[in-house]
């Protein structure tokens, strides 16, 4: 008992636990999805604002007087030359609000030396001639073969964080002089990149959305899908309950004539009328006589339903016939094969046993002709008119007797449905007390 009470408990701490682990992966997925966009953003925004820093250092050193840096670079003092490149650079620094704008002396692939800054006679601050430079030795190799370059975002503890970028100086001939430089406040970048994302919130917004959208269809299928399988096995289990009982009250009317047998036999026997006794025991082994359906059906499921009803047709005094294709009928769910033939021999069992014993009989019939399986039931019984013939597949109709509880009208309607679903076509003819019900069921092929 203490068991069966646990069962909810388990199953909602386990449906708890589902939906924490689905949560805690939902925000994971929104996280790196968040993390991947900001540094694709970051990227994008930095790349951009290199690729507009490299236009202008070409712009201010294509107007650069190379005749005065010429002498700047052959003199190396601070003089009026000196200042006269000087004065351009601030002038190019203050138009672009670059925190530096200098020149480069690149002949080293691991240290670049500052010739010239932007700056003015009065600054406060002043730098040397042929001062070293951070410029990584990444984009001094890339200045060494005559191209631009651009840095990742640099660290300076002085300076702060900055992006540099480079362009050649190059004279009338077209030979490298040197490089204009331009350091930009990484502020630059980390600013442009919150208004993006701030503008990309929408888009952040519709992806957790989604994320979150996805979860639950999956959830949502799966419960289908369980509700559905669960639907089936009860299906399933329930006409395999009905044929066992079926099988086990023939079985016990078997035993019972079984039982009468014997006692007959036995008086026979006791009063020495030998040979009545074996004719009674002949004419006994004619009527238990079993077929192997075992040689005739190949499929489990029908196998196992027709044994029974085999049984329940012998107790009843009906001769079963099998006309079956070696084949194991696969291409339709042994399920529904169940549900069309349970129904379709009740049926049959039911209307046969209406006539004399010498007349009853129910012949099954199963073909494949490679595109559809074609399946028939025929037996003997009262023939049906064709009013009740129209209906006979419609809900609640039927042409029994009312037995009890026992609901009826619904075996043909089942079938009906079935084959329905399976796109398949089912006819039903009865003349001359013949009843027959035929099948056909196309085969799907892959390909």
């Not at 953003?41 to 202008?56: F, R």
């Not at 046969?352 to 009853?360: H, M």
Request: proline fraction near 3%; charged fraction near 20%.
């Amino acid at each position: 008992m203490k068991n069966l009470l646990t069962l909810p408990y388990l199953k909602n701490k386990k449906v708890k636990t589902i939906i924490l682990v689905a949560t805690l992966i939902l925000l994971l997925l929104t996280s790196m999805n968040l993390l991947v966009t900001y540094n694709s953003t970051i990227n994008s925004v930095k790349v951009a604002i290199a690729n507009q820093g490299i236009e202008m250092a070409k712009s201010i050193a294509e107007d650069l007087d190379t005749e005065t840096y010429k002498r700047v670079l052959t003199g190396k003092k601070v003089n009026e030359d000196y200042w006269k490149i000087s004065s351009y650079l601030y002038e190019a620094k203050k138009k672009t609000s670059a925190m530096y704008v200098y020149t480069l002396l690149v002949d080293n692939p691991q240290v670049s030396k500052v010739m010239v800054y932007g700056t003015t006679p009065n600054s406060p601050i002043q730098f040397p001639i042929e001062g070293f430079c951070t410029l990584p030795e990444d984009q001094i190799k890339l200045a060494l073969q005559g191209g631009t370059y651009y840095t990742d975002i640099l660290h300076d503890p002085e300076m702060g964080d900055y992006l540099s970028v480079g362009a050649p100086i190059k004279d009338h001939n077209g030979q490298i002089m040197g490089y204009l430089g331009i350091d930009m406040s990484a502020e630059l970048v980390k600013q442009i990149s919150r208004e993006v994302v701030t503008n990309s919130y929408s888009t952040f917004l519709f992806n957790v959305i989604f994320t979150f959208i996805l979860l639950v269809t999956f959830f949502i299928i799966q419960k289908w899908y369980q509700l559905e399988m669960k639907k089936a096995i009860g299906d399933t289990e329930q006409t395999y309950q009905e044929e066992f009982l079926s099988f086990l009250t023939s079985v016990k009317s078997l035993r019972h004539d079984f039982v009468n047998h014997i006692q007959v036999l036995y008086g026979l026997i006791e009063f020495r009328y030998y040979d009545k006794a074996l004719e009674y025991m002949k004419s006994l082994f004619t009527e238990v006589k079993l077929v192997d359906l075992s040689l005739k059906v190949n499929n489990p499921a029908l196998l196992v339903l027709f044994q029974s009803k085999f049984v329940v047709a012998q107790n009843k005094q009906i001769e079963m016939q099998f006309e079956l294709a070696q084949d194991l009928f696969d291409q339709v769910k042994s399920t529904d094969l169940i549900k069309i033939f349970s129904n379709l021999l009740d049926n049959a069992i039911e209307a046969t046993i209406q006539l004399p014993v010498e007349e009853r009989y129910i012949k099954i019939t199963g073909k494949n002709f490679r595109t559809s399986y074609y399946f028939e039931v025929e037996n003997s019984g009262p023939t049906i008119s064709e009013t009740a013939r129209s209906l006979l597949f419609n809900q609640g109709y039927t042409t029994k007797q009312p037995s009890g509880d026992k609901t009826r009208g619904l075996g043909l309607y089942i079938v009906k449905g079935i084959i329905k679903q399976v796109h398949g076509e089912i006819s039903f003819t009865s003349q001359n007390q013949i009843n027959k019900i035929s099948i056909i069921i196309p085969i799907i092929t892959g390909g």
